[in-house]
């Protein structure tokens, strides 16, 4: 399963917008569930008048465009090798090793589990499910020959922008089971802002999701599914900025900055995410460049933007045993100020 998540800065894609970056792995997934941040402006017209479809759409068009290209680049030496993203420990070597994490049926007469084509090289997508909800975005493509074993797909929608309750901000979730085994798929636009208050904010947010996002029937609730994946433009930045800050950007310590990382601060602290896991990052704050730029803004003197120091407002959690993250990485398109962000996640079902 491929998890990706971009906020693309109000932007409607040009038919040639490359999104083989983000999309691109060793193997094509079999479910490709992808979240979007201000697929449309962010102004009045958009959050309180009618909604524009027609940037979702596309969005859909291009990725199932991607999707089938793939096809084409099969015996292209890979960008991205897991063997190189995996420890030794969590190394997984043949299909055979996919195929032992799947519920494999003992009976002859049982279906096979949909896991065992991890693998398969030449397929189709379909969109399974998708909604978009002011700027916020969040479809999920399955393999055509996956598609008969997923059922129960359900879709909820909270707003916590504007007046706590409007779309400009808040969260899409998508409920759905594989073979028995229930997933939801968060994906979030959360508070802005560098504050400490905007951390709070941001924290209540995540609360406020959790515990009014409910769907019809059972599971009825974000934590009551099986396994969770949270994704989006959390928008945590840098706690105590200084010059030191300025300093580790340059070095590219990344390790160093994360220290000062909000959403690990507060974490750590318990008062967000308790239990929830998330990758280790390698990678470069994926906020806030300059347009079509590899450079932040905070290292030029440009009047024209705001001087937001770098931070890693991208990310993706995960919460469920049946989950084991396999990589995450960013991509390096330009298209917006963020870079966007994308896991490969195996699954193991009932």
């Known amino acids: 399963m491929m998890v990706g998540t971009w906020n693309v800065g109000g932007k409607s894609p040009d038919d040639d917008v490359n999104l083989r970056d983000w999309l691109r792995t060793d193997t094509p ?56 993203q995996m420890s030794s420990s969590d190394e997984l070597t043949s299909e055979s090793n996919y195929d032992s994490m799947s519920n494999s049926c003992s009976s002859e007469e049982s279906p096979p589990s949909p896991i065992k084509h991890l693998g398969t090289l030449h397929r189709n997508y379909c969109l399974a499910a998708s909604k978009q909800m002011v700027g916020i975005f969040l479809c999920v493509f399955v393999a055509e020959d996956l598609s008969e074993y997923i059922s129960s797909l359900r879709i909820s929608c909270l707003g916590r922008g504007i007046m706590g309750c409007l779309g400009n901000k808040g969260s899409i979730s998508i409920s759905m089971a594989l073979n028995g085994t229930t997933f939801c798929f968060v994906c979030t636009h959360l508070a802005s802002g560098e504050k400490e208050s905007d951390a709070m904010r941001r924290n209540l947010d995540v609360w406020k999701i959790l515990n009014s996002t409910h769907f019809p029937d059972s599971p009825s609730t974000i934590l009551a599914h099986d396994n969770i994946i949270w994704l989006g433009d959390l928008n945590y930045r840098l706690a105590s900025i200084s010059e030191d800050t300025y300093e580790l950007l340059r070095r590219r310590d990344w390790q160093a900055l994360l220290q000062n990382d909000q959403l690990r601060i507060e974490q750590k602290a318990g008062r967000v995410f308790n239990g929830w896991k998330e990758g280790q990052i390698h990678f470069a704050p994926t906020y806030k460049y300059l347009p079509n730029s590899n450079i932040y803004v905070v290292q030029t003197r440009s009047p024209k933007h705001k001087r937001r120091t770098p931070a890693w407002c991208d990310r993706i959690l995960w919460k469920g045993e049946g989950l084991k993250q396999m990589f995450y990485v960013r991509g390096e398109s330009r298209f917006s100020d963020h870079r966007p962000v994308y896991a490969l996640f195996s699954v193991q079902t009932k």
């Open 29 to 84: 997934a079999d479910i490709y569930v992808l979240g979007f941040q201000e697929i449309v402006p962010l102004n009045a017209g958009n959050v309180l008048g009618p909604q524009d479809c027609g940037p979702g759409e596309k969005w859909v068009s291009l990725i199932l465009r991607e999707l089938k290209r793939q096809e084409e680049r099969l015996y292209e030496k890979p960008r991205i090798s897991l063997s190189d």
